[in-house]
């Protein structure tokens, strides 16, 4: 992968994050400009060329985290529509919404376990490149 598609693709996904500041959380995967492993791969290829480039700074680690975490909050189309509709109730002690959450419950931690897997995975890459760069000196 060329560094320009990496940015381009980093690019059109970090439009997707800022315009979906929506009041639902979860977005369906059909939004996304290329599939999530692609995503992956070009945020791999970006931080890896700036720390062979030594322009990687805090604020830039911190948005590459921030959208590769977000990855796992990507899901198909259904989904997405209902766990959304979990968050329309207006008061969240009805008997309808509690049988909701009690229901879809296990697929929260499942999502939530994602997030927390991803972060570290993004934060051992990034370790990971940057020793490299300080044993190649």
Do not use: W
Request: charged share 30%.
């Amino acid at each position: 992968m060329t560094l320009e598609y990496a940015r381009d693709i980093i690019a059109r996904y970090g439009q997707l994050l800022e315009k979906s500041q929506s009041p639902f959380y979860f977005q369906p995967k059909s939004l996304l400009p290329c599939s999530i492993p692609l995503i992956k791969f070009a945020i791999f290829r970006y931080i890896s060329e700036l720390v062979r480039i030594k322009e990687l700074n805090r604020e830039i680690v911190e948005s590459m985290v921030v959208a590769y975490t977000h990855l796992g909050f990507f899901v198909d189309d259904e989904t997405a529509e209902k766990l959304n509709h979990l968050a329309k109730f207006k008061d969240p002690t009805t008997s309808g919404h509690i049988d909701l959450l009690e229901r879809n419950k296990t697929y929260f931690q499942e999502l939530n376990f994602k997030k927390k897997y991803l972060e570290e995975e993004i934060n051992e890459f990034i370790t990971e490149c940057l020793r490299k760069r300080l044993r190649e000196n």
